[in-house]
């Protein structure tokens, strides 16, 4: 499956933004999906995950409460809303893949993750 991500920007401190990822070339109901996101000088962090059919999530403890990952397989796309953004929250975002014959529906470890999508910067200005 080949992934896209779009939506990144530059935003102020308290704002919102919505970040997508299109995926492409396969079954996309087949998919457990992540966004990870890379900040400068910092390791690949998972953000939030999504189960191939929507029913389950996971949250990095810093974004629950402000940001919400959902999927739309019909037209094979999944997002993650981002609000009450803070500095700390500036890195590349990346949206990822993972077969649903997976043990689990997500991982920390972004190496379990087959498919990646190249990444759009996000921005926080204070």
């Known amino acids: 499956v080949q992934l896209q991500a779009s939506g990144g920007g530059l935003v102020p401190a308290g704002g919102s933004l919505r970040v997508s990822c299109a995926a492409s070339?396969?079954?996309?109901?087949?998919?457990?999906m992540a966004w990870f996101r890379q900040a400068p000088g910092h390791e690949r962090e998972l953000v939030a995950a999504?189960?191939?059919?929507?029913?389950?999530?996971f949250y990095l403890d810093s974004v629950k409460g402000r940001f919400t990952i959902s999927r739309d397989n019909g037209k094979n796309l999944v997002y993650l809303q981002m609000s009450r953004l803070t500095p700390e929250d500036t890195a590349v975002y990346y949206c990822a893949a993972k077969g649903w014959t997976s043990d689990t529906y997500y991982s920390t470890e972004a190496s379990a993750y087959n498919y990646w999508g190249q990444g759009t910067q996000v921005t926080v200005s204070s």
């Open positions: 070339g396969d079954t996309f109901g087949r998919y457990n």
């Open positions: 999504i189960s191939y059919a929507g029913g389950r999530t």
